[in-house]
């Protein structure tokens, strides 16, 4: 056990501030899945998660919506592991599956820029889905650069770094079970 790592973590965790506990959020997951659960409700929808922020998410997500349903990942990287956003970002993975007649649920952990699903938006797009909404667990309206916005939205945050519940900093605290706010953004 590298005990050098261990309370470098735990200083960092000792100086977040909670912003959603996770009965909050579990909360408001059961009310988005049922939201979805009625709105495609005959539709056999495909949800894809955006890696790997929108991974616990989709996970407590796909199990409040009550219908047949099949889940697949896209995957795009920013250059540089810190607190900022994806302008320049790279595919790391694809849809296994074809797109071609599908409905789309497109679910992504955060939307700030709103560069990174606008890339993804297109992607999705190219494979002539049915239909594409966009399911976000949490949004930063104030930070917006492109015009995206979220079919499903599970909560707006402060222009703040935020951390846990599969979000990440310098891809660690993704498994924290709560969201957290670092304090001010250091983004963009
Ligand atoms: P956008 O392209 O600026 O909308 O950035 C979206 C992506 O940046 C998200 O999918 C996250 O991976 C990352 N991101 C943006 N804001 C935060 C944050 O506060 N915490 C963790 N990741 C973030
Ligand atoms: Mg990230």
């Not at 219908?67 to 607190?83: A, C, M, Q, V, W």
């Not at 939205?153 to 519940?165: C, E, L, M, R, T």
Request: some cysteine; charged content about 25%.
């Amino acid at each position: 056990m590298d005990t050098d790592k261990t309370s470098v973590y735990n200083a960092f965790v000792a100086e977040l501030k909670l912003l959603f506990p996770h009965e909050e959020i579990e909360a408001r997951v059961r009310q988005l899945g049922a939201e979805i659960t009625a709105d495609y409700r005959g539709a056999d929808p495909l949800i894809i998660g955006v890696l790997k922020g929108a991974v616990i998410f989709l996970a407590d997500l796909i199990r409040q919506i009550d219908l047949p349903l099949e889940i697949d990942f896209i995957g795009l990287s920013s250059y540089g592991d810190g607190t900022s956003s994806c302008g320049e970002a790279i595919v790391t993975a694809c849809p296994a599956v074809s797109l071609k007649g599908r409905h789309v649920l497109l679910v992504e952990d955060i939307i700030d820029t709103g560069y990174c699903l606008e890339t993804l938006l297109k992607i999705i797009k190219a494979g002539e889905p049915a239909s594409v909404k966009l399911c976000a667990l949490l949004d930063k309206p104030g930070r917006r650069q492109v015009p995206v916005s979220a079919d499903y939205s599970g909560f707006n945050v402060p222009d703040a770094f935020v951390v846990g519940y599969g979000l990440d900093c310098g891809q660690r605290y993704r498994n924290l079970p709560d969201i957290y706010t670092l304090g001010e953004s250091e983004s963009g």
